[in-house]
């Protein structure tokens, strides 16, 4: 293996920016003169202070979330909120829909089950989530609490191409693998979540954007810790937050906005995913799992038909440099997760691969 670093595709865990690396590797031992790691810090001095205000200060400006929303850093992963999400909202009516268009959604549905009366807005299952329902397929109740849905599904290659209207029933939405990668009107949102480690840091801290004023109604038997009010009221700082995640997500902000903001993500996110796009359907062999109109910019899926074949062209890529392109057991065949921090250069190879294989097989 050397020193060289490899083209990442992992699902998640999945690549940083260099910079980033490099920026806090340089860091490690004594940030900016404190004497101390970031990791070593007192999450009450005012130099860890100063970083957590710097990144909610960068995150609000970057992905523009308007006054009236708050964003907090949490822990227990994307997954904490499917049952967050419920604990926190569904008092308001004792209803909820759910969109169900892959693994996640799936999950935080029968989770949400547990806590009051959910309806199943959509599915995707009749054609094992390879594609999005428009929104004229959306069953709504207008008396739902909220609407809940997963804007990129990481599993089965699909993403949300449209915000769904749900009148005046608040949007709750899973951004964990789409998140920072295109421009959204987060003001249509009650709730945004999401994962940190598919766009944003290391694993360890979720991002939460809230509408403060859905906060305050959390069912009697919600536990402290995960009480939206809880940590409205603590600015994230009830107890130890995750700080090194929320240093790193600071970086990850700064490399961001250095790549053109959301804006200039969202253009270059884009032509990495066409540009893999168009050499499968360009392809004899390969064909892709998402059917067209639903397909993700972030996790492109894709196979030859034969296991076999996969498998050869999986344990090829890894010989030529690229890891973790093995799909998900649930879809099979290949998965690219081709996240923020995936460099274009890394794509333009993983293409090149592709005609190679292509040709010889
Ligand atoms: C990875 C992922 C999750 C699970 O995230 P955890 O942080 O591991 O709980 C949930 N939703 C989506 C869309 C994901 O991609």
Known sequence: MGNARVYNFSAG???????????????????????????????????FQKIFDDTQ????????VPEGYKILFLQGGASSQFSMVPLNLIGATGKADYAVTGN???????????YGEISLACSSEDQNHT????????????DASYFYYCANNTIYGTEWQYVPETGDVPLVCDMSSDILS?????????????GAQKNMAPAGLTVVII??????RELPYTPLMMNYKTMIDKDSM???????????????????????GVPGMEKIKHGKAQMLYDVIDDSRLFTCAAQPGSRSDMNVTFRTGSEELDAKFVKESIEAGFTNLKGHRLVGGMRASIYNAMPVEGVEKLCEFIKKFDKEN
């Not at 004594?30 to 130099?47: D, I, P």
Request: glycine fraction near 6%.
């Open 182 to 194: 295109r421009p959204v009107d987060v003001s249509k949102y009650g709730i945004i979540f999401a």
């Open 104 to 114: 996640f959604s799936n999950i935080a549905f029968k989770e949400a089950k547990k």
């Open 13 to 47: 865990p999945s690549m940083l920016p260099l910079e980033v690396l490099e920026r806090a590797g340089a860091e490690i031992t004594n940030y900016q003169g404190s004497g101390m790691s970031v990791m070593e810090m007192s999450h009450r001095s005012k130099v």
């Open 131 to 142: 594609y999005i329902p428009t929104q004229d397929q959306l069953k709504l109740s207008p």
């Open 238 to 260: 009830y107890n130890t937050p995750p700080c090194w995640c929320i240093y790193i997500l600071g970086l990850v902000l700064d490399w961001l906005e250095s790549q053109g």
């Open 57 to 64: 200060a960068k995150f609000r400006k970057l992905f523009r």
């Open 211 to 216: 509408k403060e004023s859905l906060a305050g």
